[in-house]
């Protein structure tokens, strides 16, 4: 007969697992939100909220949920300078920095996600009716930051 083992997975009642990621693609109209599983391994798609709800939306998730840090899309064209869309970002930074202090917000290229959000819907054999689904592009396009910010994370460790 095997002596049974006992492991323990927490430290001190904490748990080993690492606080959620929540990467956001801020637009004009729509947020896409993609969020990391708890040990920030996988990127899923979240949401898309309406930007007059979306402090709300984080309010409510932060309130369930462990979220260690936001990444927010940040805007820049092909030379790496600012795009125009940024000055609808940075307020936006400067209000998530307000509500949520606590809370780190990173910053990385959202470059070619929405072609790429498109790209993915197509590859994956939506109608043409559902690649038409602005929030859908922007939840994928949230995803494509993530997974991104993961991979460059990885390296960087």
Do not use: C, W
């Not at 708890?38 to 798609?45: D, K, P, R, S, Y």
């Not at 819907?121 to 559902?130: E, F």
């Not at 929030?135 to 994928?140: C, E, M, P, R, V």
């Amino acid at each position: 007969m095997q002596p049974e083992i006992n492991i323990e997975l927490t430290n001190k009642g904490k748990s080993n697992n690492l606080g959620r990621i929540i990467a956001i693609d801020y637009g004009q109209k729509r947020v896409g939100l993609a969020v990391t599983d708890e040990l920030q391994i996988i990127a899923t798609g979240l949401d898309t909220v309406h930007i007059k709800d979306i402090m709300q939306y984080l309010s409510d998730y932060v309130s369930r949920e462990d979220v260690e840090r936001f990444v927010v899309g940040k805007p820049v064209d092909l030379n790496n300078r600012p795009s125009d869309a940024q000055r609808f970002t940075e307020p936006f930074i400067k209000k998530l920095k307000k509500h949520f202090p606590e809370i780190p917000v990173d910053r990385f290229d959202e470059r070619f996600t929405s072609k790429m959000a498109h790209d993915t819907m197509l590859t994956a054999g939506l109608k043409k009716k559902d690649r038409q689904n602005k929030g859908l592009a922007d939840k994928i396009s949230a995803v494509l930051i993530l997974q991104s910010y993961l991979q460059y994370k990885s390296l960087g460790s």
